[in-house]
């Protein structure tokens, strides 16, 4: 019996050893591909891109064909311009400017695929709290502007005047309107009131929308800000802060701010103005990190990323933009100062500072944010130059769109090819 079975050990090792020697002569030697390492981490060469370039599948594969030609590393895609939708979205109507085109025609599924293919990353850029341009209305009655105009910013100028006035009246959002329309350039548009807690839960729904259903190497904030220091005075902000500041004082001071507040609703904000600053920025802080825990607890791989004021003092106390303790607060993965300034000595300046608040935590980055569009490449190029040696990990050039244009800054209209050229003369140095 003991014979019997060494016997069969013997014919099954046999046998397992001719398979497995069967196996090797027919695999191709080339099938082993050993793992790739980066000795040095990847520069970022990222762009962004506006929604004008996303309007139809030909004008998308055009633009990731340049940009692989150029050999740029990720597309920062706008798909939230003014609280529309440049992909299928659950909450927001489709962009006008996709009218006509087919249904079936997603304007970042196609980005991802095209990209993807070409080895480039994605990121979805969101346009946060400017949802319309106020001289140019948007068409669609589902826009949030119409269907909540309660969610909507107020200025100071006028937040006497609206607070007790019915948002849904024509004469309240007519006001509004006007107002913005007059702004200049301090104001962009219509604003959504960071204050509002329904507001940002539809701003938290709109980017889990987009992070559950599409394959993006990362998500981008932008205008997550308020305007200008004049805002918001809306009537919901207002009585939050009230709300808030009143657990603080005592019996005495409660009372006189009361009776005031019958005449002047504004009073609270008046009378504290630093804590009333300190509040709005509380607002930013908490969507931003609400954002970024949902992001990493469904997909941690993916990169949150956000345009800020490269003046961070300005960011701070006029937009109650506090970037930088988003960054020691781990609340942010990258930030992209649009350090936009043609003076070379004060984008440097921007961006080191950037740099030594990104240092403070491990693993956070900076990339410049370039103004392609207002200098001539050797410009650009001299700035990439001082964000490699400030210690940024990349560079993001506004914007793809103005690169491709013929213009005074790019008469060839090759800016891209001329910036790849550049960099293959100069590549990354390994750091000491």
């Not at 311009?81 to 909450?91: E, K, Q």
């Not at 609703?265 to 630093?274: G, K």
């Not at 964000?387 to 060839?412: C, H, M, Q, W």
């Amino acid at each position: 019996m003991r014979r019997a079975l060494l016997i069969m050990l013997a014919y099954s090792l046999f046998f397992l050893s001719a398979v497995l020697a069967l196996q090797k002569a027919a695999a191709p030697e080339s099938s082993f591909v050993p793992p790739v390492t980066d000795a040095v981490p990847r520069e970022v060469r990222a762009l962004w891109v506006v929604r004008t370039s996303l309007t139809s599948p030909e004008s998308i594969i055009e633009m990731v064909r340049r940009a692989r030609e150029a050999e740029f590393t990720d597309l920062v895609v706008q798909v939230r311009g003014r609280g529309d939708a440049y992909y299928n979205s659950r909450w927001e109507p489709r962009a006008a400017e996709l009218a006509g085109t087919s249904k079936d025609f997603d304007p970042l599924a196609l980005v991802i695929s095209q990209a993807h293919a070409a080895g480039i990353k994605v990121h979805a850029w969101i346009n946060t709290f400017l949802v319309a341009n106020a001289r140019e209305l948007p068409g669609s009655r589902e826009h949030v502007i119409y269907k909540h105009p309660d969610w909507l910013a107020v200025p100071k100028a006028i937040g006497f005047e609206l607070y007790k006035g019915n948002p849904r009246s024509s004469t309240y959002f007519n006001r509004l309107i006007s107002f913005a329309a007059g702004g200049g350039e301090e104001l962009e548009g219509l604003y959504l009131s960071p204050a509002h807690p329904a507001a940002r839960e539809e701003i938290y729904g709109i980017w889990m929308d987009v992070l559950e259903r599409y394959d993006v190497d990362g998500m981008h904030f932008d205008y997550i800000r308020y305007p200008n220091p004049q805002f918001d005075y809306s009537r919901t902000s207002l009585e939050r802060f009230r709300g808030e500041l009143e657990k603080t004082l005592d019996i005495r001071e409660r009372a006189r701010l009361a009776r005031l507040a019958e005449d002047d609703p504004l009073v609270y904000a008046a009378a504290y103005p630093d804590r009333y600053a300190q509040f709005q920025r509380d607002q930013v802080t908490d969507l931003v990190e609400r954002v970024y825990t949902g992001v990493k607890a469904r997909k941690p791989r993916v990169i949150v990323s956000a345009a800020v004021w490269a003046n961070d003092e300005d960011a701070y106390s006029a937009r109650f933009q506090d970037w930088k303790l988003w960054l020691r607060q781990g609340i942010l993965d990258v930030v992209c100062p649009m350090a936009y300034s043609k003076n070379t000595e004060t984008f440097t300046s921007q961006i080191e500072n950037a740099v030594t608040s990104a240092a403070e935590r491990d693993g956070a980055q900076v990339w410049a944010g370039i103004s392609a569009w207002r200098q001539p490449v050797e410009g650009s190029l001299e700035k990439i130059s001082a964000a490699r040696e400030a210690g940024a990990g990349g560079f993001i050039l506004f914007s793809y769109d103005s690169t491709v244009k013929v213009s005074e800054n790019n008469p060839e209209g090759d800016y891209l090819l001329r910036v790849r050229d550049a960099l293959k003369s100069k590549p990354v140095m390994a750091a000491d």
